[in-house]
């Protein structure tokens, strides 16, 4: 309380490791869709936190739930049953259909991390000591940490980074005949984003998730969908991606919107992978303690109660036409692309972070990956008349940008 814009960012630049090039506004409350600023400016909200905050800001649900956990019991670790984990387990579960075990983190590095060892511990167990590699997507993107980087199919980020772990190769995506030369007795799993999210929103053909399937099924490699951004009702009515287009995985990694923007992440497994790790094989101090707990049940029962999927679905479609409708009245977009709430406009000229900028100084909340796509990833109870006013002041940015109209 008492900050100013100018004291954070001071403080920030002279304080803080310089990873991200903030921008210039300072947000200190939030509802719903709307975000607003030290100067009581009030925002619409088209990031979620970069797709964390499904339910939308300061939910009463998750707050009295994380509340009411806080002043009864905050953490004892993994060393200890607690009241709401394994209900959280049983929950998660449910939602992905079938039997599921999980392993709870706090991120989503964290849980593509735990996939990756559940893989090679898996690989090893049931195909012998040389399966340990992993087989990811051009342009994935699956986390920071150093095996996640390395599984992370985007050269600029991990340069600098090297060496990075080995046991990692990357194929184009919707690329059958890639992945099926790809895939020997070398290799203990297929990890895949059902979009691809941070690469720049690109989904995944739905034939070629079917053949993707059938070939790890083939040749003995487990399928690892990562959810962390496309989970929970992102993407419409089903709760995560895949079930969408029918192809069942063996590991699903989540996080992100699993606590509604606290941090969470989990690995599920079903079948034999949900047996590969053993006693002390992996382990995390906070994973699965029971305030993350209380907040994820909150998070998961208000999604469902407040039907958001099926409004990510009725959403989505609206925001869609209406950037189609930019599309072809502006020629500065050159393609629409996503499922449910999680779409982006690729832009034919390098102007999505001027865009972005001049959204904000207009109050809309936009997020573009490189220079030319803004992405859309608004809280799930986003509605049309939100949508509209996104698509009234961009269509006036794009004009002002170039684009003719
Ligand atoms: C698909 C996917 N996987 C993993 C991650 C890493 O998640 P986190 O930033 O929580 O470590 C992200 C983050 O954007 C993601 O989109």
């Not at 893989?119 to 996640?148: D, L, P, Q, Y």
């Not at 739905?206 to 969908?225: H, P």
Request: hydrophobic fraction near 45%; proline fraction near 3%.
């Amino acid at each position: 309380m008492g900050y100013t814009y100018d004291s954070v960012a001071g403080s920030d630049a002279a304080y803080h490791m310089s990873t991200y090039t903030r921008r210039p506004v300072l947000f200190v409350k939030g509802r719903g869709m709307r975000l607003f600023d030290d100067d009581g400016s009030e925002y619409l909200d088209f990031v979620s936190g970069i797709g964390a905050v499904n339910l939308g800001h300061a939910h009463p649900a998750v707050a009295d739930a994380v509340s009411c956990q806080m002043s009864r019991l905050v953490h004892v670790s993994n060393l200890y049953h607690v009241e709401n984990r394994a209900q959280l387990a049983e929950e998660l579960s449910r939602l992905l259909g079938g039997e599921w075990r999980a392993f709870f983190c706090n991120s989503g590095a964290e849980a593509c991390e735990g996939a990756i060892k559940l893989a090679r511990r898996w690989g090893r167990k049931n195909k012998g000591e040389r399966a340990v590699r992993i087989v990811t997507a051009e342009r994935s993107f699956h986390g920071r940490t150093m095996a996640t980087l390395a599984a992370t199919g985007q050269p600029s980020k991990q340069e600098m980074f090297a060496p990075l772990p080995h046991g990692f190769s990357h194929v184009p995506l919707n690329d059958e005949a890639a992945l099926a030369a790809e895939l020997d007795d070398t290799v203990c799993a297929v990890m895949l984003e059902v979009v691809q999210g941070e690469g720049g929103v690109h989904p995944c053909d739905a034939d070629y998730l079917r053949a993707v399937r059938r070939l790890c099924d083939q040749r003995g490699a487990l399928l690892v969908f990562d959810e962390v951004q496309t989970g929970f009702w992102r993407t419409g009515k089903h709760a995560f991606a895949y079930q969408s287009r029918e192809v069942l995985p063996d590991v699903v990694t989540l996080a992100k919107a699993l606590a509604n923007g606290l941090p969470a992440g989990a690995v599920m497994a079903r079948g034999e992978a949900s047996r590969a790790f053993e006693s002390g094989d992996h382990g995390s101090t906070f994973g699965g303690g029971p305030v993350i707990c209380a907040a994820a049940l909150a998070t998961i029962g208000a999604l469902r109660a407040e039907r958001l999927g099926e409004n990510a679905a009725a959403a989505g479609a609206r925001l869609r036409a209406g950037l189609q409708r930019l599309a072809s009245d502006t020629d500065l977009i050159t393609e629409v692309r996503g499922a449910g709430l999680m779409l982006a406009a690729q832009l034919g000229k390098p102007c999505a972070a001027e865009i972005t900028a001049a959204a904000l100084e207009r109050g809309l909340v936009l997020n573009n990956i490189g220079t030319e796509i803004i992405r859309f990833l608004p809280p799930l109870m986003c509605g049309p008349g939100e949508i509209d006013t996104l698509l009234s002041v961009l269509s006036d940015i794009l004009v002002e940008a170039g684009g003719s109209s």
